[in-house]
């Protein structure tokens, strides 16, 4: 059951509200805005953006001086100042049904916060725009370049991590609390895929082994290089000083066996699907192809075909 | 209400287990392990860790072999190998009551969402181990380096930023949508931050006369330093880049009017909340002074103070 919108209504017929209002009702979009003043510029003479993109006028622009006389939508644009929100406890509940969405597009750090107290937090999002507009008078915007808006589901941390991560230090293990898991997850596959993979693939070889190699090394780079490069693509900005912080930290390490070289070489299953397997799969289908872990992902399990028939036979 | 936990349940006594568990039953915390071949080795001799942070030996270790002598308990670790997950649907439910909440310590990427699906997507969390350690015998592990965690709140998005991306895109809307919406709202700052306040601290001006004068450009830069530290503070990785990527982009836009400008001169109300006191909070709150941005923020407000005074008396 995904979520989709048909009814829209812009709380703020300001230079953001009538610009990205009236591109969607452009598109064909039902759109309906709160206004103040501006409500029968706007009901009579329509609604006019000069566009660094293309002029537009729409005639017909549905705007209302009350929220309850637009009733319940199915996504409300929030697009007036911040320093308006007081009246955002008044304004929203005549727009709401049980999922409606509330995607604001204001500027700096707390507006989520503030709607969420009012509709939930499992229904706001955040548009941050990055565009050039100016409300030149009632119904009539320039819009001078850019556009881009960067669309976000808000979900706020509420303290699981952080107690758990109390506790853990009070127990002497060092912790922190990360805001973006899946983040953390892939900076860790920048190690655990190369070396990991790579101390199977090869029969069970400690890292060391796999850094005195130049050829292995190269490896190790080129696999780290589609490793951020997937999480890139999945929206995740990953740094390229990754590469050489996890290679100068893995020297030190001397002759280390990883669990997957300890899993190997003692007879058990190694993870290759959440290691291996499951990073391929979601670059793919993010339309990345990723040639040398596809190439190390066939590595594997041809040396784990050849251990379990190895093993099967001297039984 | 925040949740905390009493008991622990350790699903899984390998290496990672059986050091984490060990780790927080030596802290004082209430641990069980569900362990298979090791339960009489670690009821009877305990556990004894060899560890690079100094040794330990827990004479008394509670370990059962099966979850429903565990029962109910407050947080479970997850810390067998993933090829063990389709074990999960039967050990995971009686270690649960209505608060419980999950974290896996397991490697790769698919296993939150294996949890999820059991336990429901809003109990479970995901932790990071950089650590060395082995399994050397039933009870006795040996730790040789790192052990840092880092944990994170699981959260999967639903699909509601794609699809309103989807749409705005169809009414010709520039739109993207971004698995993190805090670092986009603090990358965004970096902008915002420097141009819309010295725009009004300056008493209204436009971003090439900002950019002209080489004091305000090293104020700029000192600002987007200031932002991109306090993200870093609160986890989010903000790169360096942003700085020159942002004045770059800025210099083409010519004499170009903030919207906190047009507000000043149009005598409207300013966001100085969203904009610089709540950045400047959450940093302060992180224990990160920022005196550029402390500075700016005063002048806005004696700026604004000036205005409406002098508004005041023209009326």
């Keep these: ?94 727009l709401l049904h049980a999922g409606t969405q509330v995607l604001t597009l204001q500027n700096g750090l707390g507006n989520c916060e503030v709607i969420a107290e009012i509709v939930g937090a499992d229904r706001v999002l955040g548009g941050l725009c990055f565009v050039c507009i100016n409300r030149l008078a009632s119904g009539h915007v320039a819009h001078t370049a850019g556009g881009r808006v960067a669309i976000g589901e808000w979900r706020q941390a509420d303290g699981r991590a952080e107690e758990i991560m109390r506790r853990f230090k009070t127990a002497g293990i060092p912790a922190e609390a990360v805001p973006n898991l899946e983040q953390a997850q892939w900076e860790k ?41 997937a999480a890139r693509v999945l929206g995740l900005p990953l740094a390229d000083g990754l590469i050489d912080f996890n290679i100068d930290r893995t020297r030190p390490m001397g002759a280390y066996r990883t669990s997957s070289m300890i899993d190997f070489t003692e007879g058990r299953e190694v993870e290759v699907g959440p290691i291996w397997e499951e990073p391929l799969r979601r670059a793919k289908a993010a339309g990345l192809p990723m040639p040398h872990l596809t190439r190390l992902v066939e590595e594997i399990r041809a040396r784990m075909a050849r251990r379990d028939k190895a093993a099967c036979g001297n039984r």
């Design 1 to 94: 059951m995904s979520w989709t919108f048909k009814r829209v209504a812009v709380v703020g017929s300001g230079a953001i509200g009538l610009y990205y209002g009236g591109r969607l009702a452009l598109g064909g979009e039902d759109v309906s805005f709160l206004a103040r003043s501006d409500v029968d510029a706007l009901t009579t003479a329509g609604l006019r953006v000069d566009s660094a993109h293309g002029n537009f006028h729409l005639p017909k622009v549905k705007a209302f001086p009350t929220a309850a006389e637009i009733g319940p939508v199915d996504l409300v644009l929030v697009s007036w100042k911040a320093t308006s929100n007081a009246h955002l406890s008044e304004v929203l509940p005549p």
């Design 189 to 229: 596959l920048v190690w655990n895929v190369p070396f990991n993979g790579l101390s199977v693939a090869l029969g069970g070889v400690t890292t060391d082994v796999l850094l005195a190699a130049a050829e292995t090394e190269a490896r190790i780079r080129d696999l780290m290089r589609e490793v951020i490069s």
